[in-house]
């Protein structure tokens, strides 16, 4: 029942997830995961008092039951959240982070791990010279992927869904096709050895790529994996190309909704534990495409979370466009895609199936209490992306 329902809720089948949650309710009264269920359904149907009174009186072991219990209080603070009640929604986000980030520790994940990644990037790059690397045309006869990238909880997945709704474009699901590849070159390597990688190296590991999912040379393959932004000089060698789209939100509203999302604990997901820790590693990663943007010839194009929400036709037209598409009338019913797409491996695969809405624009602002301490470290990259 359990593994029905989680199938149920990733692939937003809702009358399945209803039909099933009847028939659990019958054989297992009182069930208190059949309750936690029942409050993701409510939750799902936006009834969000009736979650609060749900998933309030489920008890679970905050610690054997560490994935259960953090998307509990999750969903509390979500539907405290929606209702208003915004110092209790806070409360409840603290309580979900605080179990992921224990069981973290208790699995020895360190966040400076990938910090160190990108902190090693940006010493590298600020000093080098990249000349060449702008003058570079190799490539195969394959089209090079276009990359979908952006600092997490900033539209990427909206993007993703609106994109695959054309019928020229390929838009692979978030999988670390390109991270695989870059492990495979760095084994035993220095990061300046990306300088002088031959062009029969830059060979195989395009074919490596390629190998890794099924190409169409029918259609543009877009890469769609946030963090891929720290890996712009990777991608610069390997596919001096591709085209690069950026997404952009509010760094406030991204970074809070970082804090408020209970991710797959990992390296880098584990710098969401808190305001400040998101707001630092923000601002590191920033730092570094800052470095690539000016140091290499980027072919990327911003777009804006709060563009497409409020001029959608505009903001997408301009994307189709740098795209080299024509536009399609399918974008703009890009939820009824996300429908029929099956089980989506983020977290906002319980949004993407819905029209758009601007209730997550500017939601920062209910928190600016809990703000007031970070606004400095992300002051400069508002006044950058012109927020």
């Known amino acids: 029942y359990i593994n029905?329902?989680?199938l149920y809720d990733r692939s937003n089948q809702v009358e399945k997830f209803k039909e099933l949650l009847q028939k659990a309710e019958s054989v297992f009264s009182n069930d208190s995961m059949i309750k936690f269920f029942l409050g993701i359904y409510q939750f799902k149907k936006k009834k969000y008092y009736e979650v609060i009174k749900t998933l309030e009186n489920v008890k679970l072991d905050d610690q054997a039951d560490y994935k259960y219990s953090s998307v509990k209080y999750e969903l509390l603070a979500k539907s405290f959240d929606f209702i208003g009640s915004h110092n209790k929604a806070y409360e409840y986000f603290e309580k979900s982070n605080r179990i992921v980030d224990d069981f973290g520790k208790k699995k020895k994940i360190d966040?400076?791990?990938f910090r160190d990644l990108v902190k090693r990037r940006i010493e590298y790059f600020v000093k080098s010279d990249f000349e060449n690397w702008n003058n570079t045309n190799f490539s195969d006869k394959?089209?090079?992927p276009i990359f979908l990238i952006g600092f997490p909880r900033s539209g990427?997945?909206?993007l993703d869904t609106i994109l695959r709704s054309?019928?020229?474009?390929?838009v692979l699901e978030e999988k670390p096709y390109l991270i695989n590849i870059r492990h495979k070159f760095f084994k035993e390597k220095t990061l300046d050895k990306i300088s002088n990688i031959s062009e029969n190296q830059i060979s195989k590991l395009q074919k490596e790529y390629f190998?890794?999912?099924n190409y169409s040379a029918?259609?543009?393959?877009?890469d769609k994996f946030p963090l891929n932004l720290i890996e712009l000089g990777f991608i610069k060698k390997i596919f001096p190309n591709s085209k690069i789209i950026l997404a952009l939100r509010h760094p406030l509203d991204s970074i809070l909704s970082c804090v408020l999302t209970s991710f797959k604990i990992n390296e880098a997901m584990a710098n969401y534990e808190n305001l400040e820790t998101a707001a630092n590693f923000y601002n590191e990663v920033f730092s570094l495409f800052n470095i690539y943007k000016k140091s290499l010839k980027l072919n990327y194009h911003a777009i804006k979370y709060e563009n497409v929400v409020n001029n959608f036709d505009y903001t997408l037209r301009d994307l189709i466009k740098f795209l080299e598409l024509e536009w399609s009338d399918n974008l703009r019913n890009f939820y009824l895609t996300a429908s029929k797409r099956g089980i989506i491996h983020t977290p906002s695969y319980n949004q993407v199936n819905m029209p758009l809405y601007s209730n997550s624009i500017g939601r920062w602002k209910n928190y600016s209490k809990q703000f007031s301490?970070?606004?400095p470290i992300l002051s400069n990259w508002m006044k950058i992306f012109d927020y």
């Open 4 to 6: 029905l329902f989680e």
């Open 111 to 113: 966040k400076n791990v």
């Open 142 to 144: 394959r089209n090079d």
């Open 156 to 158: 990427t997945t909206l």
């Open 166 to 170: 054309h019928s020229k474009t390929e």
């Open 211 to 213: 190998k890794s999912f």
């Open 218 to 222: 029918e259609k543009i393959t877009i």
């Open 373 to 375: 301490s970070v606004n």
